[in-house]
């Protein structure tokens, strides 16, 4: 039995900048990697003079852990993570622990909790937020798995996240077997929300306000000192004031956005579960639209875009805009909690939202002063039903209304494609509604397929079918879904 504190297998960047970060802390950590020559390259450069270990196989790695044995894998999510579980398997021992800190799918994590401690070991399934720059200087880290193995790695966790007002640390336990996953998930879904967001501005200030690269590096200057601060915001000024031979480089780029997954999994999640998560939707198929370049482009020289009609009032409109994002913003968190909240019924996960809330102030990409009110608003009322029924983002939606509608509306009347900010807006109008035209839908449900129906003058509950025509049938359907 060795010394190491932790090992580490996969020296990616990821894996490679957690290493620094653990060893940065004080802790002595085991590396390994499936080729082995990166373990010996990483230990002469980056990892020279420092306390790790470098491992040529996975044995040799049990044999410098301390007991109980903590090993994180860091490798590319699926069928690796898997193998690299077995093979653990073989040299770990009875009591060590697993844990797995790449962006795997939380149906896996659940899976692979049960297997491990099938085999009388613990596991860990961990979000990890913040990119490589945060994997070096802390992460967001949102663990779930095997509750025995959450006091084993407290200290370590918490170590290297990121920390916020007090040294509140970014991490805390999520829940049982996927919880973190799939907390990690929403949040790269609310990620995945909040850069549709911001391009979608970026597209209206750059194609119908005419603002040059500068001025909209110094509109998103002004909103990051404001209540739009943010990550994303702030690398947006930066991207958009950066010059490449004396152009903006972000105008060189090719329009045709990349994804991993997660961003897909919490759309299938929420049709699964059966919540509205409208605009984190959009933004998935944003992405897949962009995908369609080429297609993109023999339709433009078919189809004529309307004639742009530049608002009067720049400035103002800028405003109109600032507000829009903000609210589109609230929605988009608003959906994604109402979604882990409908994964913590079925699964019976104990997440404490407000606490979540908290490991996304720092380290994490949609890290920003916005989150913190999102703590208050389930401090004052732990069992909130919707975020924007909290009188703080209540006032927010009220504020930000008849610019919202500006925003979408000009958007329209140019051309401009704006699903997340339209969609936000279109759920909030749908949110708020005593009564939508679902009554019609009901009754086509009736009429083709005697699917039945409820009444407004009956008590909920009783199901209702109509002859429509005269000649149809009085048997209706056994199964009745809202």
Request: hydrophobic letters at 40%.
């Amino acid at each position: 039995m060795g010394n190491a504190d932790i090992g580490l297998i996969g020296l990616a960047v990821m894996g490679e900048n957690l290493v620094l970060n653990l060893e940065s802390k004080g802790f002595h950590v085991a590396v390994f990697n499936r080729t082995v020559s990166k373990v010996d390259d990483f230990i002469q450069g980056r990892g020279a003079g420092k306390k790790i270990t470098g491992c040529k196989t996975l044995a040799e790695m049990a044999g410098a852990l301390s007991s109980p044995r903590k090993a994180m894998i860091m490798v590319k999510a699926g069928q690796a993570v898997d193998d690299t579980i077995d093979q653990l398997l073989e040299v770990f021992e009875r009591g060590d622990i697993i844990i797995d800190g790449g962006n795997s799918n939380y149906q896996d994590t659940m899976r692979r909790t049960e297997y491990v401690e099938s085999k009388g070991l613990l596991y860990i399934g961990t979000g990890v937020s913040g990119g490589e720059e945060g994997a070096l200087t802390g992460p967001s880290i949102m663990p779930g798995g095997s509750q025995a193995a959450w006091p084993e790695v407290k200290n370590i966790f918490q170590a290297i996240s990121a920390k916020v007002e007090g040294g509140a640390p970014c991490c805390d336990w999520v829940g049982e077997n996927g919880a973190g996953h799939f907390v990690k998930m929403v949040h790269n879904g609310i990620e995945y929300g909040d850069m549709q967001l911001i391009c979608e501005t970026y597209d209206l200030m750059k194609n119908v306000l005419g603002l040059s690269y500068d001025e909209m590096g110094n509109v998103f200057d002004e909103w990051n000192r404001g209540y739009l601060g943010s990550y994303l915001i702030e690398i947006t000024r930066d991207i958009l004031r950066y010059k490449e031979d004396g152009a903006p480089l972000a105008e060189k780029i090719l329009d045709t956005a990349g994804q991993k997954g997660t961003g897909k999994w919490t759309g299938i999640a929420a049709l699964e579960f059966g919540v509205p998560l409208t605009l984190i939707g959009e933004a998935v198929f944003g992405r897949c639209l962009s995908a369609a370049k080429d297609e993109r482009v023999r339709a433009a020289k078919v189809f004529s875009a309307p004639k742009i009609t530049s608002p009067a009032d720049k400035a103002s409109f800028v405003k109109d805009l600032e507000k829009a994002l903000y609210a589109s913003k609230v929605v988009s968190y608003a959906q994604g909690y109402l979604l882990m909240r409908e994964a913590a019924k079925e699964y019976k996960w104990n997440l404490n939202y407000g606490g979540i809330a908290l490991m996304w102030r720092g380290g994490c990409i949609i890290r920003s002063v916005f989150l913190g009110k999102i703590k208050e608003a389930f401090d004052r009322k732990p069992d909130l039903e919707n975020l924007l029924l909290d009188p703080f983002f209540t006032k927010i939606i009220e504020d930000a209304g008849e610019s919202w509608r500006r925003v979408v509306c000009t958007a329209v009347q140019n051309g401009i494609p704006t699903p997340a900010l339209s969609s936000a807006l279109s759920y909030f109008d749908g949110y708020r509604s005593e009564r939508l035209p679902a009554n019609l839908l009901q009754a086509q449900r009736d009429y083709f397929g005697a699917h039945t129906y409820e009444r407004l003058d009956k008590p909920r509950g009783e199901f209702f079918h109509t002859n429509w025509t005269g000649h149809g049938g009085s048997t209706s359907a056994s199964t009745y879904s809202v």
